[in-house]
Structure formats: C-alpha cells, structure tokens
Nanobody, 119 residues
Framework: QVQLVESGGGLVQAGGSLRLSCKAS????????MAWYRQAPGKQRESVAS???????NYVDSVKGRFTISRDNAKNTIDLQMNSLKPEDTAVYYC?????????????WGQGTQVTVSS
C-alpha cells in the first residue's frame, strides 16, 4: 500500500522561504518520477515541480527560479525548497508519483502540508 507523508509547511511572510519534505513508501521509489502538487482554496490541484529517477527536473512557470525539487533515493524522500514566496503560493502541498495517475480522491493522496504566505 502506497503511503505519502508530507511535512514542513507553515506560515511565512512574503519573500520568505520554506522547505517541504515527502516520505514515500509502498512504491519502487528510485525508478519513478515524483512530483509536488498544490491545491489552493477553490482551485484544482496542479503539479508545480517534478523530478525523474535520473534527477531531471521540471517546473510550472509560476515557480521557476524560486522553487527547487530534489530527491534522496536512499531515504525515499523528495524535498521542495521554496524561496521568494508569494501570497499566491498559499495552498496545501502534496507529493505523488504521476505514473500512479492519482485521482481526486483522498485514498490516492497523503494528508498534504499547508503553506500560507502572508502579504
């Protein structure tokens, strides 16, 4: 059974930084692409950053140059370093493997971690 546990969120002022972490279990972590997603109130969940098994990364335009995704295959973890945070980054952040094709139902996701950026 896949388990995803996100942590590291919090309340920060605009311009500040946070580092999120995700621990994954129940999947062959080192072979698959992992991603960070976020869901703001009243909006659909979106992918913000992904990292392949080989370490190649991809970012949505709105976070390029500010967010950095990384992974540790020995620990089955991915991190998201978020700098220069903006109020529009406020959301619940989740990790997942895109290859699982997660649907919008609770059993496909972890509990997420809340990030709130004040202006």
């Amino acid at each position: 059974q896949v388990q995803l546990v996100e942590s590291g969120g919090g309340l920060v002022q605009a311009g500040g930084s946070l580092r999120l972490s995700c621990k994954a279990s129940g999947i062959i972590f080192r072979f698959i692409t992992m991603a960070w997603y976020r869901q703001a109130p009243g909006k659909q969940r979106e992918s913000v950053a992904s990292i392949t098994s080989g370490g190649s990364t991809n970012y949505v335009d709105s976070v390029k140059g500010r967010f950095t995704i990384s992974r540790d295959n020995a620990k089955n973890t991915i991190d998201l370093q978020m700098n220069s945070l903006k109020p529009e980054d406020t959301a619940v952040y989740y990790c997942n493997a895109p290859s699982r094709r997660p649907r919008d139902r609770s059993e496909d996701w972890g509990q997420g971690t809340q990030v709130t950026v004040s202006s």
